[in-house]
């Protein structure tokens, strides 16, 4: 039963549409609609002849079968009967400025309701029950529908409280629980009470059904409370849009515990925040949680995390997260992570982590992609299924294939890897580990002098390219440097670079031999060195810096 209460200044008086008719049936569902008879046609079909008369529908793939056939008589009435008659009692229908949203929602409610108006406020309470057993509904959200800047749950015996400040004309209340259908009431004021207030845009976010949900993940979890997990249950994708928001913490905010549920062209979080996405620019001392996407800027402190797609620019001093899709650009003091990067880089000082990438990612310690990359560079490591650009780490690459991978060290499954053995025109005895892509390679190698007054041992580092690789032949060019050391290895200043050419005869699959003239550059070995530098036809001068031709052969054994 519903209780009217005089109030100082003002009459209201309640008017109810129906209490199991939902409010957005004044839009689209309220929309008067003529249909054909159909036989035996699939609900899509149905479906596509409602879209021609400009409808569009958001639903869980899994709630009903769109192939099953279904056959109907003419209809001429409203859009909420012809769906309901369709689909059957057991689905709810919202509403946004573009979707009409199909929920599953077996059960009913009843409420019951009292309201106080004051010149600045108005107070709305009562209980809601289950309408067939009577018992009390605990934790569903109850909004205004209108201005969508004030929510409340109800607590255990069914109870709530709607504090609604400077009310409009009219003040329409909602009462959403998951599997219930939606609840409306509509409460006009005498005053211009047939002059609705303006309805704030709406919105509907189809990947609340996905798995990859904010609130089942660590961070979301850990910054966010129970009230916006709830409501997110209840209201499904359903969201609204906003020019502002403040927020000292998640339930904290203008827009109450319904922040969660707003997407706002302007945050401003003095701790952090919570909301349904950002189409603006958001700003958080310490933290940033969006439940859906992020379009724009995004900066905070220490967190950005991000239930939805990212496009835009977003920058922490900490971490980065992103569930879904990223374009754009991501900078993160220790970590960023998201599930595919689009377009755009990622670029931080630890560590980035996607599962796949179209863009590039830079870090200083580590870049990993669990399954395509576009480019990766990393100080120290790079870590990719398929690389389609070139991988850059200062000491490794691991990944199912790469064609153009520069590290001391790769580990490509589908690539290059290479024992080899050689002497040299200066005499140096040598093991050579080649390691890389299809095309790309780098070598790393050890070795002593046969007999050199001044150095005993070396060490090799080069970056090498495979030009052709025949059946019975290859061809191979390779930019080296050698540091000389010491017989007690200490290094020493003289330097070798070298240009190879490397033809290879293939034995069989895995034996070649090679001979590789090569133009190089020798630093003087002698510790009384003559300055100045000299061209010679073969081998370099102990006593002078020497531009010479030289040459090595080998025997190499393929992994």
């Known amino acids: 039963m519903y209780i009217i209460r005089k109030a100082k200044l003002f009459v209201a008086f309640i008017f109810l549409f ?20 159909f036989e035996q046609v699939s609900i899509r079909h149905i479906f596509g002849a409602l879209e021609e008369q400009g409808f569009a529908f958001s639903y869980n793939s899994l709630l009903f079968n769109v192939d099953s056939l279904v ?22 229908f919202k509403e946004t400025s573009s979707h009409i949203i199909i929920t599953y929602a077996p059960q009913r409610m009843d409420v019951e309701v009292n309201m106080n108006v004051h010149e600045t406020r108005a107070v709305i309470s009562g209980y809601v029950r289950d309408l067939r057993t009577e018992k009390a509904i605990a934790d569903a959200s109850i909004y205004d529908k209108y201005a969508f800047n004030t929510s409340t749950l109800s607590d255990k015996n069914g109870y709530f409280l709607l ?51 904010i609130f089942n993940s660590f961070f979301g979890r850990l910054f966010t409370g129970s009230s916006q997990r709830v409501q997110s249950v209840n209201l499904g994708g359903f969201f609204a849009y906003s020019p502002f928001q403040l927020s000292l913490t998640p339930g904290l905010s203008t827009h109450g515990s319904l922040e969660s549920q707003v997407v706002n062209n302007f945050s401003l979080n003095i701790i952090g925040g919570s909301t349904a996405g950002v189409d603006g620019t958001e700003l958080g001392g310490v933290f940033n949680v969006n439940q859906y996407d992020m379009q724009g800027m995004q900066v905070a402190g220490v967190l950005n995390v991000v239930g939805g797609n990212v496009h835009g620019l977003q920058m922490s001093g900490g971490g980065n997260v992103i569930l879904h ?10 970590w960023n992570t998201a599930d595919t990067l689009k377009k755009g880089f990622q ?15 830079i870090a200083g310690t580590m870049n990993i992609s669990r399954g395509y990359a576009g480019s990766q560079i990393a100080g120290g490591i790079n870590i990719a299924n398929k690389v ?14 790469s064609d153009y991978p520069i590290a001391v060290l790769n580990l490509i499954k589908k690539g290059h890897k290479q024992l080899s053995f050689q002497v040299d025109d200066s005499h140096l005895l040598s093991t ?6 299809r095309i790309l390679y780098s070598l790393i190698g050890i070795g002593a002098y046969i007999s050199q007054p001044d150095m005993q041992y070396a060490t090799e580092f080069g970056l090498g390219a495979q030009l052709l690789n025949r059946r019975k032949f290859g061809l191979a060019t390779e930019l080296v440097q050698r540091m000389n050391f010491d017989d007690r290895m200490h290094m020493q200043d003289a330097q070798r670079f070298s240009l190879r050419i490397i033809p290879s005869w293939k034995m069989t699959k895995h ?3 090679y001979a590789a003239p090569s133009f190089i550059y020798s630093e003087a070995t002698a510790s009384k060195a003559v300055s100045g530098v000299q061209w010679k036809a073969w081998g370099s001068d102990r006593f002078k810096n020497t531009f010479h031709a030289g040459g090595a052969i080998g025997l190499s054994y393929l992994f």
């Open 18 to 37: 129906t209490l199991h008719f939902q409010l957005s049936a004044q839009g689209k569902l309220g929309k008067h609609i003529r249909m054909t008879p």
């Open 71 to 92: 056959s109907t008589k003419s209809f001429d009435g409203l859009c909420i009967d012809y769906l309901e008659e369709i689909l059957g009692p057991n689905y709810g």
């Open 163 to 213: 504090d609604i400040k400077k009310p409009g004309h009219t003040v329409a209340i909602v009462w959403s629980k998951a599997n219930y259908k939606d609840t409306s009431m509509m409460m006009l004021l005498p005053i211009e009470a047939l002059k609705l207030a303006e309805k704030k845009k709406t919105g509907f976010y189809s990947m609340h059904d996905s798995k990859k949900s």
């Open 325 to 334: 899709n990223f374009s754009g650009t991501q900078l993160g003091g220790i």
């Open 347 to 361: 670029a931080v000082g630890v560590v980035n982590r996607v599962n796949e990438s179209n863009g590039t990612q």
């Open 388 to 401: 389609k650009g070139i991988q850059l780490a200062g000491l490794l690459n691991i990944a199912d294939s």
């Open 432 to 437: 050579q580990f080649r390691s890389g892509g």
């Open 511 to 513: 034996w070649h031999v």
